[in-house]
Each structure stands twice: as structure tokens, then as C-alpha cells.
Nanobody, 128 residues
């Protein structure tokens, strides 16, 4: 059983930056990708980006491309989301997730159903 715990959320001014962490415990031998999603009340969970656990390739939602960066430290079983040039519309609960589905393409990793395990989320609030 894989367990994910996010940390690093908080309140930041527009234009600022923040780094979220996702610590992973449990077996990761079947993990093919790790993703970040976000959600605001009343809306569906939104894809932010993902990283292939073995190769390190990344992909991002257009809304965050060029501002957010995902990285991982496989030795420490950790994934990170560096948020930059933050906007008030980035305010959300951010979730990390682990996928045990292999896919050569990226599509499945941009969808919530592509992930098996989820963290509890961490709140990011961007003030204007």
C-alpha cells in the first residue's frame, strides 16, 4: 500500500512562489508516474502536471506551463511541485497522486482515473 503525504502549502502573495512536497511511503516498484492535481470547492479536480517516475519526463496543464515545475528524488521517495509567478486563480487544494498504470502516451496521466493512490491535499492560497 502506497501512502502519500503533501506538505508546503500556505498563503502567498500574487507573483510569489512556493514549493510543495509529496512524500511517498510503501512499495514504489509498480509506480509509473506521479501527478499533481488541484481542486477548488464546487469544481472538479484539475490536472496540474505529472512526472514519469523512472524516466523523469514531465508534462503540464497549459494553465501552469512555464510557471510550475515538477521534480522528483527517487532516492528519497519524494516529489516536488515548484510553483512560481503565482496568481489568485492558482488558489486550491493541491493533491499528489501515484499511478500504477503504464502508458506510453501522456493522456491517462492527465486524468484522475489514471491514478491509484492520493494524498490528503495541501491548501495553497494566493492573495491579490
Amino acid at each position: 500500500q502506497v501512502r502519500l503525504v503533501e506538505s508546503g502549502g500556505g498563503l502567498v502573495q500574487a507573483g510569489g512562489s512556493l514549493r510543495l512536497s509529496c512524500s511517498i511511503s510503501g512499495p514504489t516498484s509498480s509506480t509509473y508516474a506521479m501527478g499533481w492535481f488541484r481542486q477548488v470547492p464546487g469544481k472538479e479536480r484539475e490536472f496540474v502536471g505529472f512526472i514519469r517516475w523512472r524516466g523523469g519526463d514531465t508534462d503540464y496543464a497549459d494553465s501552469v506551463k512555464g510557471r510550475f515545475t515538477i521534480s522528483r528524488d527517487a532516492d528519497k521517495d519524494a516529489m516536488y511541485l515548484q510553483l512560481g509567478s503565482l496568481k489568485p486563480e492558482d488558489t486550491a487544494v493541491y493533491y499528489c497522486a501515484a499511478s500504477e498504470a503504464y502508458s506510453a502516451g501522456n493522456f491517462v496521466y492527465t486524468k484522475s482515473y489514471g491514478y491509484t493512490y492520493w494524498g490528503q491535499g495541501t491548501q495553497v492560497t494566493v492573495s491579490s
